[in-house]
């Protein structure tokens, strides 16, 4: 079992940034594909960015491409979302979430665990 926890989200002007934490406990994730997704209001979940825990595999959605980065502090067990240049299209529910597996997917549906969420709202 995997408990992810996500932080970090909040109000900012469009161009700002915004680093989003998730905080994984439980299960060592070696084997696991972790990433983010987010949900605007009336819309799909939407996958963000995955890659594997131990690294490499890296996809990210081209709508973020040159403006988001993944990364990840091994120690702590902790996955970060950067997020720059931010648009007001990138508002959303961001969720953290892991897959125990070591085919990077990204499909929401082939994730096994997720967080609850943390808010982004990006103004005009």
């Known amino acids: 079992q995997v408990r992810l926890v996500e932080s970090g989200g909040g109000l900012v002007q469009a161009g700002g940034s915004l680093r989003l934490s998730c905080t994984a406990s439980?299960?060592?994730?070696?084997?696991?594909?972790v990433g983010w997704f987010r949900q605007a209001p009336g819309k799909e979940r939407e996958f963000v960015i995955v890659?594997?825990?131990?690294?490499?595999?890296?996809n990210e959605a081209e709508s973020v491409k040159g403006r988001f980065t993944i990364s990840r502090d091994f120690v702590t067990k902790t996955l970060y979302l950067e997020m720059n240049d931010l648009k007001p299209e990138d508002t959303a529910l961001y969720y953290c979430?892991?897959?125990?597996?070591?085919?990077?997917?990204?499909?929401?549906?082939?994730?096994?665990?997720w967080g609850r969420g943390t808010q982004v709202t990006v103004s005009s």
């Open positions: 979430a892991a897959r125990r597996s070591m085919v990077v997917s990204t499909s929401s549906s082939e994730y096994e665990y």
């Open positions: 439980g299960r060592a994730l070696s084997e696991h594909v």
């Open positions: 890659t594997r825990w131990a690294g490499g595999g890296t």
